[in-house]
C-alpha cells in the first residue's frame, strides 16, 4: 500500500473513532446522588423459653425485635453511570451506600428469684450497606422538562455484621454480641421518580425505591449463648429498605 493510501485509511480510522467517541458522549450521562431510607422492615429472633441465670438468679425473656427499634435510618449517597438507548430507555450502573444508626434500647425483661422485674437494656452499634447495582429506567415524556420514570435493578449488596453490647445483669459490665454476620448477597431494586431538566446539559431527579435483599446471616459467636440468644440471628432474609434520594445529572452530549 502506498504512503497516500496509508495517510487516508489512518485519517478515516481516526474520523469513525472520534464520531464513536463523540456518540458515546452524546448518549452518556453521570449522576451523584445523596437521600435518606424511609423505613427498615424486618426483626430480629427472639429465644424460644426464658433464659435461666444463676448469678443473679432469674430469668430473661427478650422481646420481638424490630430493625426500626434500634436503628435509626440515617442517610444514603452514591454515584451512578447511565447511557441513553434511546429517548425513553436509559441502562444504567450504580454504586449506592445506606448507613443505619444503632442505638441503646430495651430488649428484654429480667426477673429474679424474689419475682422483682427489671429491664435488660443493650447498646446497638452501626450498620451499614454497600450495593454495586444494573439497572434500566423508562422515562415516560422524553425531551420535556418535566420525565417521569421507573426502573428495576438487580445486583449485590455487602451487609456489615450487627452487633450488640449487651448491659451484664449484675452491673458488672458489658457482653459484646454478634448478632448477624457480614455477608455480600444478591439484591433486587424498584424505583420510581421525576427528573427535571432546568438547563441544558443538567437535570435533577427524585426518587424513591424499594431495596429487597436475598440473605440469612446466621452468626455463629459464642456469646450468644451467655445472653442466651443462642438460636437468634437478624431476620436478614426478609430485609427491606426504601431510599429516598435526589441526584444531580450531568449530560455530556448537552
Same mark, same amino acid.
Given at each position: 500500500?502506498?504512503?497516500?493510501?496509508?495517510?487516508?485509511?489512518?485519517?478515516?480510522?481516526?474520523?469513525?473513532?472520534?464520531?464513536?467517541?463523540?456518540?458515546?458522549?452524546?448518549?452518556?450521562?453521570?449522576?451523584?446522588?445523596?437521600? *435518606?431510607? +424511609?423505613a427498615m422492615p424486618g426483626s430480629?429472633?427472639?429465644?424460644?423459653?426464658? #433464659?435461666?441465670?444463676? =448469678?443473679? $438468679? &432469674?430469668?430473661?425473656?427478650?422481646?420481638?425485635?424490630?430493625?426500626?427499634?434500634?436503628?435509626?435510618?440515617?442517610?444514603?449517597?452514591?454515584?451512578?453511570?447511565?447511557?441513553?438507548?434511546?429517548?425513553?430507555?436509559?441502562?444504567?450502573?450504580?454504586?449506592?451506600?445506606?448507613?443505619?444508626?444503632?442505638?441503646?434500647?430495651?430488649?428484654?425483661?429480667?426477673?429474679?428469684?424474689?419475682?422483682?422485674?427489671?429491664?435488660?437494656?443493650?447498646?446497638?452499634?452501626?450498620?451499614?450497606?454497600?450495593?454495586?447495582?444494573?439497572?434500566?429506567?423508562?422515562?415516560?415524556?422524553?425531551?420535556?422538562?418535566?420525565?417521569?420514570?421507573? *426502573?428495576? +435493578?438487580?445486583?449485590?449488596?455487602?451487609?456489615?455484621?450487627?452487633?450488640?453490647? #449487651?448491659?451484664?445483669? =449484675?452491673? $458488672? &459490665?458489658?457482653?459484646?454480641?454478634?448478632?448477624?454476620?457480614?455477608?455480600?448477597?444478591?439484591?433486587?431494586?424498584?424505583?420510581?421518580?421525576?427528573?427535571?431538566?432546568?438547563?441544558?446539559?443538567?437535570?435533577?431527579?427524585?426518587?424513591?425505591?424499594?431495596?429487597?435483599?436475598?440473605?440469612?446471616?446466621?452468626?455463629?459467636?459464642?456469646?450468644?449463648?451467655?445472653?442466651?440468644?443462642?438460636?437468634?440471628?437478624?431476620?436478614?432474609?426478609?430485609?427491606?429498605?426504601?431510599?429516598?434520594?435526589?441526584?444531580?445529572?450531568?449530560?455530556?452530549?448537552?
Amino acid at each position: 500500500m502506498k504512503a497516500g493510501s496509508s495517510s487516508l485509511v489512518c485519517a478515516a480510522l481516526a474520523v469513525a473513532g472520534m464520531a464513536r467517541a463523540d456518540d458515546f458522549r452524546e448518549h452518556a450521562s453521570i449522576a451523584l446522588f445523596a437521600g *435518606g431510607n +424511609a423505613a427498615m422492615p424486618g426483626s430480629f429472633r427472639g429465644q424460644t423459653v426464658p #433464659f435461666e441465670t444463676t =448469678d443473679p $438468679s &432469674g430469668s430473661i425473656v427478650y422481646h420481638d425485635l424490630k430493625f426500626d427499634d434500634v436503628y435509626d435510618h440515617q442517610y444514603t449517597y452514591g454515584g451512578e453511570f447511565d447511557y441513553a438507548f434511546n429517548p425513553s430507555f436509559t441502562g444504567f450502573g450504580r454504586i449506592g451506600y445506606a448507613n443505619f444508626s444503632g442505638h441503646e434500647h430495651d430488649v428484654g425483661t429480667f426477673t429474679s428469684a424474689a419475682t422483682e422485674q427489671s429491664t435488660v437494656r443493650a447498646t446497638f452499634e452501626d450498620t451499614n450497606t454497600r450495593e454495586y447495582d444494573l439497572g434500566a429506567r423508562y422515562n415516560f415524556m422524553p425531551g420535556s422538562k418535566w420525565q417521569p420514570f421507573v *426502573g428495576a +435493578a438487580l445486583g449485590a449488596t455487602h451487609l456489615s455484621a450487627a452487633r450488640a453490647d #449487651f448491659l451484664n445483669i =449484675d452491673g $458488672s &459490665g458489658k457482653t459484646r454480641v454478634t448478632l448477624a454476620e457480614a455477608d455480600t448477597v444478591f439484591s433486587q431494586r424498584a424505583e420510581t421518580g421525576l427528573q427535571f431538566a432546568p438547563v441544558p446539559g443538567f437535570d435533577l431527579r427524585l426518587s424513591v425505591a424499594a431495596n429487597h435483599l436475598d440473605a440469612d446471616t446466621r452468626s455463629s459467636d459464642p456469646n450468644l449463648a451467655l445472653v442466651g440468644l443462642k438460636d437468634t440471628s437478624g431476620e436478614e432474609r426478609n430485609h427491606w429498605d426504601y431510599p429516598v434520594e435526589l441526584a444531580a445529572v450531568w449530560n455530556f452530549g448537552s
